[in-house]
C-alpha cells in the first residue's frame, strides 16, 4: 500500500511543491539500524553523532540545541528499543531528499518575503548580514489573533500537535493575516546607533533570532508525539499516529503558507484570481462602482451588507469576488442563493473552473440534487449553488449538524423576490435562522429593484449600498397609435412626443399588425436583437408567427448555415420530433421562449440568441428573471402579463434587459399602449418600486407555522419565550405594523404555537412550570421533509394507506404517493384520454386505482358525460391522472409522444416531472424520519432518480453533469464517453471534434464541471472511509 501526499508552499503566485511518500513495505517487523535520524531514541543514535540531527543544514542558536538535547533526555524514558513507533510504515525522516527540498523551499520563501518586505515596504535597507526579521509584525493584533483562531486550537490535541501549533504561530507572527486588503509591512526596526565609520549597528541586548526550517519543527513534532502519554495502547494507534501526524503537519503548513499569499493586487485576493476572471469571463477591469462597493468598510469589516443596481450592472461580478474572499482567504465555506434551477446550473458551469483552479469545490443544491447535511470536508472549503429552497434545507441541516459557523458568506440575488409570496417566506426563514444562530456569518444581499431598502437594511443588520449605474445608457419610450413618445417623469404628461412610425402598412396588414409590431422589430432586426414580451405563452406564438408572415426573404439568406445547425439540435433534443412553429420561424431568425418548451429547447434557443444565430426572441416575463439575455430594442406588448397590470418592478426588470454592453451604445424600451391605459402607464413608470412585506403570513399564515415548527424542531427554541425572542428577529417583526393589522405579532405567535399542538406537531412538557416545547416525530419529519403543513396530515395517510396494499409490479402505486399536490390545480383530465389510458393498464394496476378511490365505472361514466351520484375527491381523481401522465414519461422517456397522447405541452411534463422528482425527495426525507415507513426508504430513492432525468439508465451518469441535457449526453455517449470518469478526464479539443455543434467554451465547461462532480464523489467516499477508520472516543481502555 503506498500513499502520497503533495505539501504545497504558495507564495507570491508562485507554487512550489514537495512530495511525501509513505511507503507500505512488508508487514515483517524489520531493522531501523539504517534510518538513524533526528528521531531515533538516545540509545539508539551512535556515540560518534552526538546529539546532533544529521541532516540538519541550518544554523541553529545554542539555546535551541540546548533544548533538542534536553529533549532527548526527558523522552527517551518513553522510547522502547524494541518498539517501532512507526509500525510498518517508513518515517517519513528518512526522505532525505524530502527534506532537503523543504529546508530549500523554506530558505526560498524567506528570501522572498526578505526582498518583499524590503524593497516594497521599507525605505531603509537593514544594514545588518543577518537582520532580525522576527521583528516584523502583523498590521494589526488581531490578525494574529484571527490566525490562531483559524487554527486547530484544540486543547485535545496530540502533545507534537500543540507543540507544532504553536511554533507555527510563533512563525506566523510577523506575517499579516490575509484579511481585507491589507498585507504585511515592517512595524519596527531594531535600535540602531550609528558608529563612527557611518555603518549602522544593533543595539546590545537586541540578539537576531533564527527562524527554524520546517523540518525541524516536522521533526519536533513527531518527537512530541512520540513522548506523549496515552491511555491507549500504542500497537492499537500506530498507523493512525503517522497519519494523523503528517495530517497536522500538512495542515499547519497550508495555515502558515497561506499567511504569505499575494494577497494585496485583486481586493485581497491573489493575483492568480484577476487572471482566471479575465480568461473565463473575458473581464480585464471592473467597473468603478464594484471597486467603490469593495472597498466599502462593511466590506473590510465583513458586515452584512445589501446592494441595489439596475439589471446588468454587474452586481454578480461583485458576490463572486466577495465568495472567493472567504473561500480562499477566510477559509470558511460560502452559500450563493439563486431563484432559478436554471440560473443555479448555469452558475455552476461557471465558477467549476474556478474551483479546480483555485482548490475549493462547487457544489450543486437544485432539484434532487444536493447532500444534507453536506460533505465535511477537511481539507478543502466549499461553495453551495442552491436554489431558495434547497437553502432552506441546507441550512437546515447545517444547524442540526452544529456546522453553520462553517459557513462564513451568504449571497442571496434577487433579495427583492422576499416579497414573492411563499417563496419569499422561505427566503425570511433562511435568513431569520442565519442571523439568529451564527453572529459570524455575513450576509450580502443584491437586487436591481428594492423599494423599501429600510426595512431590509433593520432586518439583516445591514448596510446600504446604491448606484444608478448602466453600462449602456437606457431610453424609455412609449408607443401610442403610431406615435412614439419618450418617458421624462419630470414632464407633466410624463411623456414627450418623438416621432411617428415610418412604415407602409397595407389595409390587410394593418388589420393583423394593429400595434404595428413588424414596423418597430424591423427598425433593429436581423442586424441587432430584439426581445418581445407577450402577456401570455400562446400570444407568444402568435406574435412571433405574425412577424414571419410579413417578413422579407432576405431574412432567410441571414446566417442561414447556422439555422440550419440550430434547427438540427432542435430536432435531435427532441428524438427526431420538432416543434412545427420553430420549424417556421427559426429560419426568419425568431424564435418564441416560454415554460412549453424543454429546458432543452430553451437552452439552445438561448444559445442560438446569444451567439446571434437568432435576433428576435417573443417570451414571457419568466425570462427578465432569469437568465441574462440582453438586446438592443426591447418591446412591452402590453402593459399587462395575463390579466394582472404590471408592476413597477416587473416593468423595471423587462425593460432593463435593453442595451448590450460592448456591443450597443444605447438601449431602447418601447411599451406598447391603448387609451385605456394611458392613466395607469403613467403611474407605472414614474412610480416608486413596490415595498417589499414579509410573506410569513401569506396563505393564512404557513410560513410562520412552519418557521415555528422548525425552529423548535432544531432545539434553537425550547419554550414559547425563545419562540418570541426569535420572532423579534423576523422581517415580519420588523413590519409588524403593516403586516400584522389585526393581532400583534405576539399574538400570531402564541396562535401558530396552539395550532401546531393541535395539528399533533408538537408538545408541552407535561412536568409543571416547565413548558418546555417538543416536536413530535410527524412534526419532526415534516419539516425536514420540508413538506406543506397543509398537506403533511394528508400524506400520513396516504402512504399508510399504501402500506397496506403496496403494489410493487408496477410504478403506478408509487408514482401516484410522490404527485405533487399542488400540481393538481394545473392540469384537468380529458375524461376520454383518462378512460383510454385507464383500459390500458393491467389488472394489478386497476385495482390499484379502486383502492385509492378511482373505479373504471367512475371514468366511463365521465367520459360518457354522465353525473355521478357518488361523491369521490377531486384532488384523488386528478391526482391520478397526473400519475398516468407520469407513468407514460417513464415507461417512454419521450416527452414528445407523451404529450401528443395526453395533449399537453411538452414543457408541462418537464415541470411536472421536476416538480414530481422534487416531492419524491421530500417524501422519502419524511418517511426516513418515521419508523413504519422504512420500507418507503430503498423504493423512493430509485424512483427519485429515474424521475430526475427520465431517460435511459446508461444516460444519468453523464446528465449529473451540470448543463448536460438529454441531447448532449446522447452525442457524448455515442462518441465514447460513457462514464463520469471519461468526461472528467477528456480532453476540450478532442470534444469539440468528436462532438458536433459543441464549442470550446461549452466543453471546457462540461469537463470542469465533471472533473467537480467526480472530486465531490470521491470525498464524500473518502468521508466514509475516515468515518470507519476512525477509532471511537468511547473506546474502553484498562
Known amino acids: ?282 473581464i480585464k477591469d471592473l467597473y468603478e462602482w464594484q471597486k467603490n462597493c469593495l472597498n466599502l468598510d462593511s466590506v473590510q469589516q465583513r458586515k452584512n451588507l445589501i446592494y441595489s443596481l439596475p439589471t446588468s450592472g454587474g452586481k454578480t461580478l461583485v458576490a463572486e469576488i466577495l465568495i472567493l474572499k472567504e473561500l480562499l482567504c477566510r477559509k470558511r465555506d460560502a452559500l450563493f442563493i439563486l431563484p432559478y434551477i436554471s440560473l443555479v446550473q448555469e452558475k455552476v458551469r461557471g465558477l467549476a473552473s474556478f474551483g479546480l483552479e483555485l482548490d475549493f469545490m462547487v457544489e450543486e443544491y437544485a432539484g434532487n440534487k444536493g447532500r444534507f447535511p453536506p460533505v465535511k470536508r477537511r481539507g478543502k472549503r466549499s461553495l453551495y449553488i442552491a436554489t431558495i429552497e434547497k437553502a432552506h434545507s441546507l441550512v437546515n441541516s447545517l444547524i442540526e449538524a452544529n456546522r453553520l459557523d462553517n459557513v462564513g458568506l451568504v449571497v442571496v440575488d434577487e ?120 402577456p401570455t405563452k400562446k400570444n407568444c406564438e402568435n406574435v412571433a408567427g405574425m412577424i414571419c408572415k410579413y417578413l422579407k426573404q432576405d431574412f432567410i439568406q441571414h446566417k442561414q448555415a447556422e439555422k440550419a445547425v440550430l434547427l438540427g439540435d432542435l430536432r435531435s433534443s427532441g428524438n427526431g420530433s420538432l416543434c412545427p412553429v420553430l420549424k417556421k420561424m427559426v429560419p426568419y431568425g425568431l424564435a418564441y421562449h416560454h415554460s412549453g418548451l424543454t429546458s432543452e429547447e430553451r437552452k439552445l434557443v438561448e444559445e442560438a440568441y446569444s451567439a446571434g444565430v437568432l435576433c428576435l426572441l417573443t417570451c414571457t416575463s419568466t425570462l427578465a428573471a432569469g437568465i441574462n439575455l440582453p438586446a438592443r430594442r426591447v418591446i412591452l406588448r402590453s402593459p399587462y402579463m395575463a390579466v394582472d397590470f404590471l408592476k413597477r418592478s416587473q416593468y423595471k426588470q423587462m425593460v432593463g434587459r435593453a442595451g448590450r454592453a460592448g456591443i450597443d451604445t444605447h438601449g431602447e424600451s418601447i411599451l406598447i399602449l391603448q387609451d385605456k391605459d394611458k392613466v395607469m402607464v403613467k403611474k407605472l413608470v414614474s412610480a416608486p418600486i413596490e415595498i417589499c412585506k414579509s410573506n410569513l403570513m401569506h396563505d393564512n399564515g404557513k410560513g410562520i407555522l412552519s418557521l415555528i415548527l422548525s425552529i423548535i424542531g432544531l432545539n434553537i427554541t425550547n419554550s414559547l419565550e425563545q419562540v418570541r425572542d426569535f420572532m423579534d428577529g423576523t422581517l415580519l417583526s420588523v413590519q409588524e405594523k403593516q403586516v400584522c393589522l389585526e393581532r400583534s405579532l405576539w399574538e400570531v405567535t402564541q396562535e401558530c404555537v396552539e395550532l401546531l399542538k393541535v395539528k399533533g406537531l408538537i408538545t408541552v412538557s407535561t412536568e409543571p412550570h416547565d413548558g418546555t416545547l417538543h416536536v413530535t416525530k410527524l412534526g419532526r419529519a415534516t419539516y425536514k421533509g420540508s413538506v406543506d403543513l397543509t398537506y403533511c396530515d394528508v400524506l400520513y395517510r396516504d402512504l399508510s394507506k399504501g402500506l397496506e396494499s403496496l403494489m410493487l409490479d408496477s410504478f403506478l402505486h408509487l408514482v401516484y404517493l410522490v404527485t405533487p399536490y399542488d400540481m393538481v390545480s394545473q392540469c384537468k383530465p380529458d375524461w376520454m384520454i383518462y378512460f383510454r389510458q385507464f383500459t390500458m393498464l393491467s389488472a394489478a394496476e386497476q385495482k390499484m386505482c379502486a383502492a385509492v378511490g378511482v373505479s373504471e365505472s367512475f371514468v366511463a361514466r365521465k367520459a360518457a358525460g354522465q353525473n355521478m351520484k357518488k361523491n369521490v375527491d377531486p384532488v384523488v381523481v386528478s391526482r391520478l391522472y397526473l400519475a398516468l401522465v407520469l407513468l407514460s414519461a417513464l415507461k417512454e422517456t419521450d416527452l414528445w409522444s407523451v404529450a401528443d397522447r395526453f395533449l399537453l405541452s411538452r414543457g408541462f411534463i418537464q415541470t411536472l416531472l421536476s416538480s414530481s422528482s422534487a416531492f419524491c425527495s421530500c417524501v422519502l426525507h419524511f418517511t426516513e424520519e418515521l419508523e413504519e415507513f422504512w420500507p418507503f426508504n430503498a423504493l423512493l430513492t430509485e424512483l427519485t432518480r429515474r424521475l430526475t432525468y427520465c431517460v435511459k439508465a446508461e444516460l444519468i451518469p453523464l446528465m449529473e453533469v451540470a448543463g448536460v441535457m438529454e441531447g448532449r449526453a446522447k452525442q457524448l455517449y455515442n462518441a465514447g464517453y460513457k462514464t463520469l470518469a471519461h468526461l472528467a478526464n477528456a480532453d476540450p479539443n478532442v470534444l469539440v471534434k468528436t462532438v458536433e455543434n459543441l464549442f470550446k467554451k461549452q466543453a471546457n465547461q462540461i469537463v470542469a464541471s465533471a472533473k467537480m462532480l467526480l472530486n465531490e464523489k470521491a470525498d464524500a467516499l473518502q468521508e466514509e472511509v475516515d468515518d470507519l477508520l476512525m477509532m471511537p472516543l468511547d473506546l474502553p481502555s484498562l
Open 1 to 282: 500500500m503506498a500513499g502520497m501526499l503533495r505539501l504545497g508552499v504558495r507564495q507570491s503566485g508562485l507554487t512550489m511543491s514537495a512530495e511525501i511518500k509513505v511507503k507500505r513495505v512488508s508487514s515483517r517487523k524489520r531493522s531501523r539500524d539504517g534510518l538513524r535520524s533526528h528521531l531515533t531514541p538516545i540509545r539508539k543514535i551512535p556515540s560518534s553523532s552526538g546529539q546532533q540531527c544529521p541532516d540538519s543544514s541550518t544554523a541553529e542558536m545554542e539555546h535551541p540545541r540546548a533544548m533538542d538535547q534536553s529533549m532527548h533526555a526527558k523522552f527517551s524514558e518513553y522510547c522502547s528499543d524494541t518498539e517501532d513507533l512507526f509500525g510498518d510504515y517508513d518515517s517519513i525522516v528518512g526522505d532525505s531528499s524530502f527534506l532537503a527540498k523543504l529546508d530549500r523551499e523554506e530558505q526560498n520563501m524567506r528570501r522572498h518575503d526578505i526582498d518583499h518586505a524590503t524593497s516594497n515596504r521599507c525605505p531603509v535597507v537593514l544594514q545588518h548580514e543577518n537582520p532580525d526579521f522576527t521583528s516584523l509584525k502583523s498590521s494589526t493584533d488581531k490578525c494574529l489573533k484571527k490566525s490562531r483562531d483559524y487554527s486547530m486550537t484544540d486543547s485535545n490535541l496530540e502533545g507534537s500537535q500543540l507543540a507544532f501549533q504553536q511554533d507555527a504561530l510563533q512563525t506566523a507572527e510577523w506575517i499579516c493575516c490575509p484579511d481585507g486588503d491589507k498585507t504585511s509591512k515592517p512595524m519596527r526596526r531594531p535600535e540602531s546607533v550609528s558608529t563612527e565609520d557611518g555603518n549602522e549597528r544593533h543595539n546590545a541586548g537586541v540578539v537576531p533570532k533564527a527562524r527554524k526550517s520546517m523540518s525541524d519543527h516536522l521533526k519536533r513534532a513527531m518527537l512530541v508525539n512520540a513522548a506523549a502519554p496515552s491511555s491507549v495502547s500504542r500497537t492499537a494507534v500506530q498507523k493512525e499516529a503517522v497519519v494523523t501526524e503528517i495530517s497536522v503537519a500538512m495542515q499547519a503548513m497550508e495555515s502558515v503558507s497561506m499567511e504569505t499569499m499575494d494577497l494585496e493586487p485583486f481586493f485581497g485576493l491573489p493575483t492568480k484570481v484577476k487572471a482566471l476572471i479575465c480568461n473565463l469571463k473575458g
Open 415 to 534: 433579495l427583492h423576490m422576499l416579497g414573492d409570496g411563499s417563496r419569499g417566506a422561505i427566503i425570511e426563514m433562511t435568513l431569520a435562522k442565519v442571523l439568529y444562530i451564527s453572529k459570524s456569518t455575513q450576509i450580502i444581499g443584491m437586487s436591481a429593484t428594492l423599494g423599501n431598502v429600510q426595512d431590509l437594511q433593520r432586518f439583516l443588520s445591514a448596510d446600504n449600498y446604491t448606484n444608478d449605474f448602466r453600462p449602456v445608457e437606457l431610453k424609455e419610450y412609449v408607443k401610442l397609435k403610431d406615435s412614439i413618445y419618450e418617458v421624462d417623469p419630470k414632464e407633466e404628461e410624463c411623456f414627450r412626443f418623438s416621432r411617428l412610425l415610418n412604415f407602409k402598412y397595407s389595409s390587410a396588414m394593418q388589420k393583423i399588425d394593429q400595434d404595428h409590431i413588424v414596423a418597430l422589430v424591423t427598425e433593429v432586426i436581423p442586424s441587432q436583437s430584439c426581445l418581445v414580451f407577450c
